[in-house]
């Protein structure tokens, strides 16, 4: 196959440079997942002293800490689903059609990123209630789709762009239906697109603390608002955070152990 | 793209329609809120004055506020001139294929993944001197390191810590851009004698154009927002000082517990944000039409 | 301009075991210096692995390729000097058409006066020349393959130029002056040209010689005569065509008779002939209706009448199998059911034993 490494040997020093860069703070944090507050805050050592799985304990055997993580999921999972099927299409049309005003509508979807979700506190806390929908898990996925959506659609769109018209025609040509050549041979093309547009949906809406603390209380309370919980009156407590924190990188590498797939080595152009 | 002009159908307003209601519906409503509440003194729940643009003209006059503004525009630039080379080295240098693919994939987005309070607490520990890998390796460097004590040694703390957190996003951005690109592409650069330095000027960078314009609009965007995890570092700013926007206007506003006031400074925070956006937007895209001929539009 | 002889055999698979891991079994064949040839076959016969092989960019896993007698095998695309246009068009989206163009003598360091004169030469006999500093990214499909072509072409020295199924995208409308435009170039240049394609009616107008392969092995080689007249297998009888040729099950016996179910066909005038079962080949055009029944000719039931083009197809069924017989346009077709008289034997009949032909 081609050989189209960069620089080969320095290539490699490079990545390996980053990762080890990457990795460094979060092997502090899992180190420190492993210490209890005082051995933390007492000396510098980069491996635990006293070796301890008490916070690991404490949140796997505490529903009011456990259940954070599924709650988190549900929303999550619901959002991504949503955010990706309404973005689909949209960014089909964004990308095949003109029409009046589409230039506009598209940078006005990017606009509702550039304030700080602050702003939709209250209102959406207003909405939320007259809606009877606080404290759902449907509250935070539906308002996550502020964000996510615009997103979606722009990554897609950027991916779909870049497959030639002339595929779509000579799909039709050869009579496919749009469902068809649309989940047969359009999808493939842009599977990383689909597949990075995916794992960032569920990456933004996963660590977003401000409206998901405000639009829940109990049933549905995310992981990351019950974290806040271990900054009290009484001090920090940095174990715990830093076990929970730990355990809430394994859901999204297995989202992206999943799309891996999707988005490396996207589809080669083959035989249309 | 071959094809110069896109087809006018108007009808394709249909599928944009479900993408319109979900973001109109969690945008517009409160978004006319926030404006109603910027034009009026808000003096109880009961009593509440329209003041016009008496709030926005305050602020337009505020001294300190341009100080932030500038301090900020620097780190946003700092921001974008180290994560996006950054990130599409990163890209250029990570396997396509087999387990190490995957795995390479998966460490690199881990930090992207740890939510914002807990990233701050993390480089708050780790930044400490006594305690803290980063800050303890600076001391013994002979470095007079204190991101609690110092301002500049904050902001950079925080350009350090945005740089490790959020590099992988501009990363995974250009890596699948990268991916799409069809192998027949490589194929003829190496039937055209192309050096792997003109394979990426004519076709790598060319093809990445998309990716990375969202991701020079999302860095921006996010690190001109940012919030959380300086305010978990310093705990508002080492001293009195306040290195970023969001944190003097916050003060400012909220501290007061004046919703007039906030409101008002939120929407300002919103079009420069907009008014920055739109000019690089454009930008790029004239750049990118210079080059490739090809725009989305 | 080379000549490329081939003697290799490819398997995408780690150990061979049968002919099946093979996507390219054992062959020999040679492509002399400024032939046009087309590799025609259906989806998986293997005709993109050799292209890929011949161009480099796949290395063949037994057996080596040569360039004009000088070993090959290994080396990269750009050191054998060839110039490929793949499916769709390939080109550089941030470059002009005279950019794209003169790309590959940029990275030769040729002299500016001599890129500028190919590129203008290259460009003329494409007519590209008004759009030379136009944006390649901005034109439409059929002008990029040209491009694409072009890349290939400014090279004074390529040594063969091989196409992947280039018309693939193009319009219809526009495919056959793009065809016209290759041998026009083929014609002038006098280049080796190797072809691709799973379309015989541009294998057939572009080649002068047809590989027909299937199952990773060259069925026959020929001219695009030859390979009409005489396919030397079922397969490229029944390929080539449109529709292709009829294929009836016989008997030969003994006395030099044939016979179809019972039926006797006649006496065929070649005598080498083996006994036993055989298979009739006759192409829809050679198979004419007789005026009335007689020794020679064999009675058949007119099923279906219809207009195509250029004439009448006539599909019947005689003895039990389907065959189809062309009728110019101007005829008076017999009938549906009504019963005609086929003179199956004849100066154009092919006789093939276990699929190869034997006479």
Known sequence: MTDRSFLPRKRTVFLVLYLVFALVPIYWMVVMSFKTNQGILAEFSLFPREFTLDNYRLILSDPSWYMGYVNSLIYVCMNMVMAIAVALPAAYAFSRYSFLGDKHVFFWLLTNRMTPPAVFLLPFFQLYTTLGLMDTHWAVALAHLLFNVPLAVWILEGFMSGIPREIDETAYIDGYSFPRFFLTIFLPLIKSGVGVAAFFCFMFSWVELLLARTLTSVDAKPIVAIMTRTVSASGMDWATLAAAGTLTIVPGAIVIWFVRHYIAKGFAMGRV | ?297 | ?359
């Open chain 3, 1 to 359: 301009m080379a000549r490329i002889d081939l003697q290799l055999a490819h398997s995408y698979a780690r150990t061979v075991r049968s002919d099946a891991d093979y996507a390219l079994l054992p062959l020999d064949i040679v492509f002399e210096d400024g032939g046009a040839y087309a590799l025609l076959g259906p989806s998986g016969c293997g005709k993109t692995t050799m292209l890929n092989i011949i161009s480099g960019l796949v290395t063949p896993s037994h057996g080596s390729i040569r360039f004009d007698g000088v070993d090959r095998t290994r080396a990269t695309p750009q050191e054998r000097n060839i110039a490929q246009v793949f499916q769709f068009p390939v080109i550089y989206d941030t470059m002009t058409v005279g950019e794209n163009l003169a790309f590959p003598l940029r990275n030769r360091k040729e002299p500016e006066d001599r890129i500028r004169e190919r590129v203008g030469r290259i460009a003329e006999m494409l007519d590209l020349s008004g759009q030379l500093d136009q944006r390649a990214a901005n034109l439409a499909a059929d002008a990029k393959q040209k491009i694409s072509l072009g890349r290939g072409l400014v090279r004074a020295d390529v040594s063969a130029v091989l196409f992947d199924e280039p018309l693939t995208v193009i319009d219809p409308h526009l495919k056959w002056e793009l065809r016209r435009k290759l041998k026009q170039i083929h014609h002038e240049l006098g280049l080796t040209l190797i072809y691709v394609t799973h379309d015989q009616v541009e294998a057939m107008t572009f080649a002068d010689q047809v590989l027909v392969m299937a199952r990773g092995r060259v069925v026959q080689q020929g001219t695009p005569e030859e390979l009409f007249e005489r396919p030397s297998h079922t397969f490229v009888g029944h390929f080539i065509g449109s529709p292709g040729m009829n294929l009836l099950p016989v008997e030969m016996r003994e006395d030099g008779s044939m016979w179809l179910d019972g039926q006797r066909l006649g006496r065929p005038e070649t005598h080498q002939l083996p006994a036993g079962p055989l298979t009739l080949g006759i192409r829809p055009e050679y198979l004419h209706l007789a005026f009335g029944s007689g020794p020679d000719t064999v009675p058949a039931t007119v099923s279906q009448v219809r207009h195509v083009g250029t004439g009448q197809l006539l599909s019947v069924r005689v003895g039990g199998h389907e065959a189809k017989a062309y009728l110019p346009a101007d005829a008076v077709p017999p009938a549906e059911g009504a019963v005609v008289h086929l003179a199956l034997i004849g100066p154009h009949t092919c006789y093939y034993r276990n699929e190869e032909l034997v006479a």
């Open chain 2, 1 to 297: 793209m071959s094809t110069i002009v896109k087809p006018v159908n108007q009808k394709a307003w249909w599928l944009i329609l479900p993408v319109i209601l979900c973001v109109a519906f969690s945008a517009i409503i409160p978004l006319m809120t926030v404006v109603n509440y910027s034009v009026q003194d808000i003096i109880s729940p009961d009593n509440a004055v329209f003041v016009g643009t008496e709030w926005f003209a305050s602020i337009m006059r505020d001294e300190d506020l341009h100080a932030a503004l500038w301090r900020q525009l620097l780190f946003s630039g700092a921001v974008l001139c180290i994560e996006i080379p950054l990130g599409v080295a990163l890209a250029l240098s990570m396997p396509s294929r087999s387990w190490r693919a995957s795995a390479v994939l998966v460490i690199v987005s881990l930090s992207l993944l740890i939510p914002w309070n807990v990233v701050g607490t993390i480089w708050q520990i780790f930044g400490r001197t006594d305690i803290g890998l980063f800050g303890w390796t600076l001391a013994r460097l002979g470095l007079d390191y204190s991101y609690v004590g110092n301002p500049v040694h904050a902001w950079l703390t925080v350009l350090l810590m945005d740089v490790w957190h959020w590099t992988p996003l501009v990363a995974l951005l250009a890596y699948a851009g990268l991916q799409s690109i069809p192998e027949a592409y490589y194929q003829a650069a190496s039937i055209d004698g192309a050096s792997k330095w003109a394979v990426f000027r004519y076709i790598q960078l060319p093809k990445m154009r998309g990716v990375l314009m969202i991701a020079v609009l999302l860095r921006f965007m996010d690190s001109f927002m940012i919030y959380t995890e300086p305010f978990v570092l310093t705990g508002g700013g080492p001293g009195n000082s306040t290195p970023f926007l969001s944190q003097y206007l916050t003060q400012k506003a909220i501290g007061q517990f004046d919703m007039g006031p906030a409101a008002a400074f939120s929407l300002i925070y919103f079009l420069i944000i907009l008014m920055f956006c739109f000019v690089l937007y454009n930008w790029m895209l004239r750049v990118g039409t210079r080059d490739s001929g090809a725009s989305h539009d």
